[in-house]
């Protein structure tokens, strides 16, 4: 009998918080359906995969982190393809395509996923299949769903042209062009904002103009229970609804739905009793190299201030090679809460077995492509410490998860539910009562109480634990053995399935442990605690290296953290070397009340005093105002980028002309757009020239490092 060999084709991911490799793992798994063989890798797997060589389609899931870099197991990979000294056919062998995930409250939407296009392509790659951008703003299924859907019948299209181009080859012994006729019929189409049938963050922004999408889907196929708009509103909805996050009303309730697979299991979890109390803090400082003294907690944010700002003080003598330059940011390692933890132990049944050791393997039989041991989850640690440091149980349940909760739960009407928000019918209740909530594990474990997984689930879909990065908010030569930051708490409102709010995790956590000497600013002598840090370097975001040149700095609220850190050190750079040339600096700082949260008042006047600071330009959102709904005038700047606006001549001055530099760091959702926004304004009044001139020149600013970024969500 003849042997049947199926098409192969490669999936190659490169994932941070594991999103991306999920979506390459389920179209590896759903590859057999579709009569072909995936072979699936992690971009760092390089010893896997050979691209130089690959003859089958390639398939690219790829997401991007922090500000537009490469997920940590795709940054070699995306290093070697930016080598110069490769040729222009050196892939020309080579079909892909490629499905980015990205953010666009960040700036560098899906930058990752679009380098990696971009040198695919100087290298020779051909397209076999429109790029996917999805974002994960406004929800990621909206592209990935009907890109996927697509996708394998162009894999099946590019593996006859590959073969046909084979036989071609045979006698020409040169490979082809793909013509653009024989692409797949996918529909590409700019973006815009009509063609959301979801949710905007901001309607004042258009997601990057020059990026071609998969249409959503139309919006009727996609059935809510709460009208459109509702879905963009943060925490609670607005009005009454029938529906909530346990039960639907028609016509989701009456539909026939579309759920995803069922994820194969492929851990085998057991749960062993140990003898000996585990050091947590041993098992863990494997991880975050140092493990540094709070000596100093002071709260910048003044009576009732809608959000409280902390400044926290690291003792970091212990550790000399420790050091970092302002602009650079590192990361917080934080604990799970206790309370949530127990929690979740009790939903498992396994309160009892919490100190056990984990055992975790891989299952003999499991369908699962690409299957591992989590990387991040130590050998041999306990149950109690899995669930503290290892898991982020807090993680919003993908589709996948809610489609294998469904499997172990018991009543029907819970299995229906969970089914429709995991179906395609029921995005936009997805999108409502899980995703735009922000609910965790815990939280539907206790909407859905006959829901009972076992722990090898929780383990084998919930994400690693990242730790919280965050800005040094001082200058080594200012402060010297110390570090400094500066944070919001973050505080979630009670919504449908949380019926009461919560704090953020990593700054709940540093609030709870300072809080004592905060409350007692009599106890500031208190034994402060100590965290595990780490030191994430910014090569990119640091004050011009030539100190002769001006620069602009935009940091409203805590925004103005790293820029505390430059201004310390260009104060002390100026004590040191009194005679050199120091250029023009300017800093917009804006905050809601300048009695309440105008942090750092006294240091930024004593700058300006000092002549360290030129130009300080600050604006009150909510002083002064007889009228909220009123709109900014020239004599009333609300927001940083009105102030902006008022200077546009001296800042454009600065850009266009006097080769200096301007840095934005704080919120990205809304501050950086509109800081854009504006400065695009600026520059086609100063050089009268059209949006799509203005464009390149920012985008020029970009590439040449004088218009920075240090943003977050
Ligand atoms: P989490 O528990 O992680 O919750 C925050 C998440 O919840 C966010 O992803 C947000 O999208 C979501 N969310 C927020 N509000 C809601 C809501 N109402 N409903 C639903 N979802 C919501 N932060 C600072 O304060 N200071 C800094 O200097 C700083 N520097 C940073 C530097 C970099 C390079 C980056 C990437 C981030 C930085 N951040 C900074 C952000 C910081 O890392 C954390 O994200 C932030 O402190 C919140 O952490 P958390 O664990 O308390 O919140």
Same mark, same amino acid.
């Not at 996609?222 to 708009?229: D, E, G, I, K, L």
């Given at each position: 009998?003849?042997?049947?060999?199926?098409?192969?084709?490669?999936?190659?991911?490169?994932?941070?918080?594991?999103?991306?490799?999920?979506?390459?793992?389920?179209?590896?798994?759903?590859?057999?359906?579709?009569?072909?063989?995936?072979?699936?890798?992690?971009?760092?797997?390089?010893?896997?995969?050979?691209?130089?060589?690959?003859?089958?389609?390639?398939?690219?899931?790829?997401?991007?982190?922090?500000?537009?870099?490469?997920?940590?197991?795709?940054?070699?990979?995306?290093?070697?393809?930016?080598?110069?000294?490769?040729?222009?056919?050196?892939?020309?062998?080579?079909?892909?395509?490629?499905?980015?995930?990205?953010?666009?409250?960040?700036?560098?939407?899906?930058?990752?996923?679009?380098?990696?296009?971009?040198?695919?392509?100087?290298?020779?790659?051909?397209?076999?299949?429109?790029?996917?951008?999805?974002?994960?703003?406004?929800?990621?299924?909206?592209?990935?769903?009907?890109?996927?859907?697509?996708?394998?019948?162009?894999?099946?299209?590019?593996?006859?042209?590959?073969?046909?181009?084979?036989?071609?080859?045979?006698?020409?012994?040169?490979?082809?062009?793909?013509?653009?006729?024989?692409?797949?019929?996918?529909?590409?189409?700019?973006?815009?904002?009509?063609?959301?049938?979801?949710?905007?963050?901001?309607?004042?922004?258009?997601?990057?103009?020059?990026?071609?999408?998969?249409?959503?889907?139309?919006?009727?196929?996609?059935?809510?229970?709460?009208?459109?708009?509702?879905?963009?509103?943060?925490?609670?909805?607005?009005?009454?609804?029938?529906?909530?996050?346990?039960?639907?009303?028609?016509?989701?309730?009456?539909?026939?739905?579309?759920?995803?697979?069922?994820?194969?299991?492929?851990?085998?979890?057991?749960?062993?009793?140990?003898?000996?109390?585990?050091?947590?803090?041993?098992?863990?400082?494997?991880?975050?190299?140092?493990?540094?003294?709070?000596?100093?907690?002071?709260?910048?944010?003044?009576?009732?201030?809608?959000?409280?700002?902390?400044?926290?003080?690291?003792?970091?003598?212990?550790?000399?090679?420790?050091?970092?330059?302002?602009?650079?940011?590192?990361?917080?390692?934080?604990?799970?809460?206790?309370?949530?933890?127990?929690?979740?132990?009790?939903?498992?049944?396994?309160?009892?077995?919490?100190?056990?050791?984990?055992?975790?393997?891989?299952?003999?039989?499991?369908?699962?492509?690409?299957?591992?041991?989590?990387?991040?989850?130590?050998?041999?640690?306990?149950?109690?410490?899995?669930?503290?440091? &290892?898991?982020?149980? /807090?993680?919003?349940? *993908?589709?996948? %998860?809610?489609?294998?909760? @469904? =499997?172990?739960?018991?009543? #029907?009407?819970?299995?229906?539910?969970?089914?429709?928000?995991?179906?395609?019918?029921?995005?936009?209740?997805?999108?409502?009562?899980?995703?735009?909530?922000?609910?965790?594990?815990?939280?539907?474990?206790?909407?859905?109480?006959?829901?009972?997984?076992?722990?090898?689930?929780?383990?084998?879909?919930?994400?690693?634990?990242?730790?919280?990065?965050?800005?040094?908010? &001082?200058?080594?030569? /200012?402060?010297?053995? *110390?570090?400094? %930051?500066?944070?919001?708490? @973050? =505080?979630?409102?009670?919504? #449908?399935?949380?019926?009461?709010?919560?704090?953020?995790?990593?700054?709940?956590?540093?609030?709870?442990?300072?809080?004592?000497?905060?409350?007692?600013?009599?106890?500031?002598?208190?034994?402060?605690?100590?965290?595990?840090?780490?030191?994430?370097?910014?090569?990119?975001?640091?004050?011009?290296?030539?100190?002769?040149?001006?620069?602009?700095?935009?940091?409203?609220?805590?925004?103005?953290?790293?820029?505390?850190?430059?201004?310390?050190?260009?104060?002390?750079?100026?004590?040191?070397?009194?005679?050199?040339?120091?250029?023009?600096?300017?800093?917009?700082?804006?905050?809601?009340?300048?009695?309440?949260?105008?942090?750092?008042?006294?240091?930024?006047?004593?700058?300006?005093?000092?002549?360290?600071?030129?130009?300080?330009?600050?604006?009150?959102?909510?002083?002064?105002?007889?009228?909220?709904?009123?709109?900014?005038?020239?004599?009333?700047?609300?927001?940083?980028?009105?102030?902006?606006?008022?200077?546009?001549?001296?800042?454009?001055?600065?850009?266009?002309?006097?080769?200096?530099?301007?840095?934005?760091?704080?919120?990205?959702?809304?501050?950086?757009?509109?800081?854009?926004?504006?400065?695009?304004?600026?520059?086609?009044?100063?050089?009268?020239?059209?949006?799509?001139?203005?464009?390149?020149?920012?985008?020029?600013?970009?590439?040449?490092?004088?218009?920075?970024?240090?943003?977050?969500?």
């Amino acid at each position: 009998m003849p042997l049947e060999v199926k098409p192969r084709f490669v999936v190659l991911y490169g994932s941070q918080k594991g999103q991306a490799q999920s979506i390459a793992e389920g179209i590896a798994e759903e590859a057999e359906e579709h009569g072909l063989v995936a072979e699936l890798c992690c971009l760092n797997q390089d010893d896997k995969y050979n691209l130089e060589k690959e003859c089958a389609p390639v398939v690219f899931v790829v997401s991007t982190t922090g500000d537009g870099e490469p997920p940590d197991n795709a940054l070699q990979f995306v290093k070697r393809i930016k080598k110069r000294t490769l040729s222009p056919d050196h892939y020309k062998h080579l079909l892909y395509a490629l499905l980015a995930l990205g953010d666009t409250n960040y700036a560098n939407f899906c930058n990752c996923g679009k380098t990696i296009e971009r040198r695919l392509r100087e290298l020779g790659a051909r397209q076999f299949y429109p790029t996917g951008y999805a974002d994960d703003g406004v929800g990621l299924e909206l592209v990935i769903d009907p890109w996927l859907k697509g996708l394998w019948n162009s894999i099946k299209d590019a593996l006859t042209k590959m073969a046909s181009d084979r036989n071609v080859q045979l006698k020409e012994d040169s490979a082809k062009e793909i013509p653009e006729s024989s692409l797949p019929d996918v529909q590409l189409n700019l973006l815009s904002i009509a063609d959301k049938q979801i949710c905007e963050p901001d309607s004042k922004y258009s997601p990057s103009l020059a990026i071609s999408d998969v249409r959503p889907p139309p919006a009727s196929t996609v059935y809510t229970s709460a009208p459109n708009t509702q879905a963009c509103s943060e925490g609670i909805p607005q009005v009454s609804l029938a529906a909530s996050l346990t039960s639907s009303v028609p016509p989701l309730s009456e539909s026939s739905l579309n759920v995803p697979a069922l994820p194969p299991a492929y851990l085998d979890v057991t749960l062993q009793e140990a003898d000996a109390a585990e050091q947590a803090a041993e098992r863990l400082s494997k991880e975050a190299r140092y493990e540094v003294p709070i000596s100093k907690a002071v709260q910048l944010s003044k009576g009732d201030s809608v959000k409280t700002a902390l400044l926290l003080e690291l003792d970091i003598s212990a550790f000399p090679s420790m050091t970092y330059h302002p602009g650079d940011s590192f990361d917080v390692f934080c604990p799970n809460v206790a309370e949530e933890v127990d929690h979740l132990l009790h939903r498992l049944g396994l309160q009892d077995q919490k100190n056990h050791r984990v055992q975790i393997s891989l299952k003999d039989n499991t369908k699962k492509k690409g299957a591992q041991v989590p990387p991040h989850i130590p050998e041999n640690v306990s149950l109690l410490f899995l669930l503290t440091w &290892c898991l982020e149980i /807090r993680s919003v349940p *993908k589709k996948a %998860f809610l489609r294998a909760l @469904v =499997e172990h739960t018991s009543d #029907s009407a819970q299995r229906r539910r969970l089914q429709e928000l995991c179906s395609k019918q029921g995005a936009a209740d997805y999108n409502l009562y899980v995703r735009d909530a922000s609910l965790g594990v815990s939280e539907l474990l206790a909407a859905f109480p006959s829901c009972s997984p076992p722990l090898s689930l929780l383990i084998e879909l919930l994400p690693k634990l990242q730790p919280r990065p965050y800005s040094a908010a &001082c200058s080594l030569l /200012r402060h010297p053995e *110390k570090l400094r %930051f500066v944070f919001n708490v @973050v =505080e979630f409102p009670a919504c #449908s399935g949380r019926p009461a709010g919560r704090r953020g995790l990593c700054t709940g956590w540093l609030f709870d442990l300072v809080s004592p000497g905060l409350v007692f600013p009599e106890k500031a002598e208190l034994a402060l605690p100590k965290i595990h840090v780490s030191l994430r370097p910014n090569c990119s975001f640091r004050p011009p290296s030539d100190p002769s040149l001006p620069f602009v700095m935009i940091g409203p609220g805590t925004g103005v953290a790293p820029f505390i850190g430059f201004l310390q050190q260009r104060e002390e750079e100026r004590k040191e070397n009194p005679e050199a040339k120091f250029g023009e600096t300017w800093l917009f700082f804006g905050c809601r009340y300048r009695d309440k949260d105008y942090l750092f008042r006294e240091e930024l006047e004593n700058f300006v005093s000092s002549g360290t600071l030129n130009h300080l330009k600050v604006c009150f959102s909510r002083e002064d105002r007889k009228d909220e709904e009123e709109p900014p005038s020239a004599a009333q700047p609300r927001y940083v980028q009105h102030n902006l606006l008022l200077c546009c001549r001296q800042v454009t001055d600065i850009l266009l002309r006097r080769n200096g530099y301007i840095y934005v760091c704080g919120d990205a959702k809304n501050m950086a757009k509109d800081v854009n926004e504006t400065l695009m304004e600026m520059i086609k009044t100063e050089l009268q020239v059209d949006q799509l001139e203005a464009m390149k020149t920012l985008a020029g600013l970009r590439e040449q490092k004088r218009y920075l970024q240090d943003i977050w969500a």
